[in-house]
């Protein structure tokens, strides 16, 4: 109702955006104290014999369930957090062996976002020519995707006894995960086009005639230059998203976004790990969990969080994952 607030479209729609996060939080805590009320009247019914014990223990679950997604969101207060997220995944050394890793990798994290009902698009795929995958750029998009993912950077490990080995051998795999906010219109990121090149390319695999047959893919190249360090470095992102080029030079665009955004939070991570020296073990890149499939074991190196369920985290069950890096860190996270 404020006299001009539309007159900045851009400013009120980022107003409008803050103003429907903390409805969000009214509404949910709202829920919450619904819920409690009507568990301590179940406790009042369970005196009177009215309901069951099982009828209270099914309210105090969902009481806990409730307060306890709160509590992890509440986590979730770091730049960028709310965000959609861009992941990335690349096979290590290793052939067959870290491509199939690769795939199964991917195939995870695709299990976890459809199971909290994100919306997932696989922007460009390298598929290897035995098995697996090269590597792989996946957009997650919905509320806290990035908040929640961004535990995930960094060298994911794989001890097992390798079905492409005939002696039986147990090999060690690697593969990367890279995960960045995947910014919208509301993030002013400067990209310069004299430093942008496209080529254009036919895209493979499955599709139809039309995949085949027209240059939809795209490639594009940006010269960038550190702004901090004054490295230079050239970002190289495929597009084979759509049979659309226009539409596929867009998506490039925005994970050029994405990742120009991801490495301005990167130095301030690093800045605050100066300040902050030794009290957080978190490294871009370091290999941050091991999955023993023989043991029945993964084991995250930073928190020291393990379970033995290896077939549940295979199919995307990795909150607990999540939530033990949240607990750790996200204080620290959340002051960068």
């Known amino acids: 109702m404020a006299p001009g607030f539309w007159d900045d479209a851009e400013g009120a729609q980022r107003q409008m955006k803050k103003i429907k996060d903390l409805q969000k ?14 568990l301590k009247l179940s406790m009042d019914f369970f005196k009177e014999e009215v309901v069951s014990e099982d009828e209270v223990d099914e309210a105090y679950n969902k ?42 990798l991917m195939r995870m994290y695709i299990r976890w976002a459809e199971a909290h009902k994100y919306k997932v698009a696989i922007t460009d795929l390298l598929e290897a020519e ?3 995958i090269k590597n792989c750029t996946i957009n997650i998009e919905g509320d806290f995707a990035y908040g929640f993912l961004k535990s995930e950077n960094g ?6 006894v390798s079905p492409y080995n005939a002696q039986g051998k147990r090999m060690t795999s690697f593969a990367s995960v890279f995960v960045a906010p ?14 942008l090149s496209w080529d254009t390319f ?10 085949n047959k ?23 992102i495929e597009n084979t998203e759509t049979r659309d080029q226009p539409k596929n030079k867009e998506n490039a665009m925005r994970q050029l976004r994405s990742i120009l955004y991801a490495k301005e939070l990167e130095h301030r991570m690093a800045e605050q790990a100066k300040i902050e020296a030794g009290k957080k073990k978190i490294e871009w890149g370091a290999q941050i969990r091991s999955y023993v499939f ?4 993964v084991k995250d190196h930073r928190t020291g969080w393990q379970t033995s369920d290896v077939n549940g985290v295979m199919n995307g069950d990795i909150d607990s994952f999540i939530k033990a890096y949240l607990m750790e860190f996200s204080e620290e996270d959340s002051q960068k």
């Open 25 to 38: 939080w009214v509404e949910d805590y709202g829920e919450l104290e619904k819920a409690v009320d009507e």
């Open 63 to 104: 009481v806990l369930a409730m307060l306890e997604e709160l509590e992890l969101r509440n986590m979730l207060r770091g730049e960028g957090d709310i965000m959609s997220a861009v992941l990335k995944i690349n096979s290590g050394a290793g052939g067959t062996e870290s491509q199939d890793w690769a795939q199964m």
């Open 130 to 132: 035995d098995a697996g």
């Open 155 to 160: 060298v994911h490990r794989l001890v097992r």
């Open 182 to 195: 995947l910014v919208d219109d509301s993030i002013e990121i400067t990209v310069d086009p004299a430093l």
């Open 202 to 211: 036919r895209s493979g695999g499955a599709g139809g005639q039309n995949v």
């Open 214 to 236: 027209v240059e939809s893919g795209v490639r594009l190249r940006y010269q960038f230059t550190d702004p901090y360090t004054g490295e230079k470095e050239e970002i190289l």
């Open 294 to 297: 023989d043991d029945r074991r």
